[in-house]
Nanobody
Framework: QLQPVESGGGLVQPGGSLRLSCTAS????????IGWFRQVPGKAREGVSC??????????FYGGSVKGRFTISRDYDKNTVYLQMDNLKSEDTAVYYC???????????????????WGRGTQVTVSS
């Protein structure tokens, strides 16, 4: 079974940047829509950014609170999906999860529809 693995979380000051990575051993991520989600204690998991599979028309989706600050991208050679996070704010503090889905648009996936496989998450803390 596909198991996404996240890395790159950590502690950063407000206004700083982090880049999260998502990969999976034994599976070609190109064949899946990939999404980044986040969750804080006591709140529902929310979609941050999602990207279509390489077999679908290329598209991305961003949640309103991160649009213009976060960028999702693929490195096909490294079988990795990145989430570049710039101008981080304290409200971005959360556990960030990578997920994969077989047949879903990025917008639907970020709405938590048809998500098939979840990673275990990586903590991002934005604090001075």
């Amino acid at each position: 079974q596909l198991q996404p693995v996240e890395s790159g979380g950590g502690l950063v000051q407000p206004g700083g940047s982090l880049r999260l990575s998502c990969t999976a051993s034994g599976y070609i991520l190109d064949n899946y829509a990939i999404g980044w989600f986040r969750q804080v204690p006591g709140k529902a998991r929310e979609g941050v950014s999602c990207i279509s599979s390489s077999t679908s028309e290329s598209s991305t989706f961003y949640g309103g609170s991160v649009k213009g600050r976060f960028t999702i991208s693929r490195d096909y050679d490294k079988n990795t999906v990145y989430l570049q996070m710039d101008n981080l704010k304290s409200e971005d503090t959360a556990v960030y999860y990578c997920a994969a889905a077989s047949y879903v648009s990025p917008q639907a996936m970020c709405g938590l529809r048809n998500v098939d496989f979840w990673g275990r998450g990586t903590q991002v803390t934005v604090s001075s």
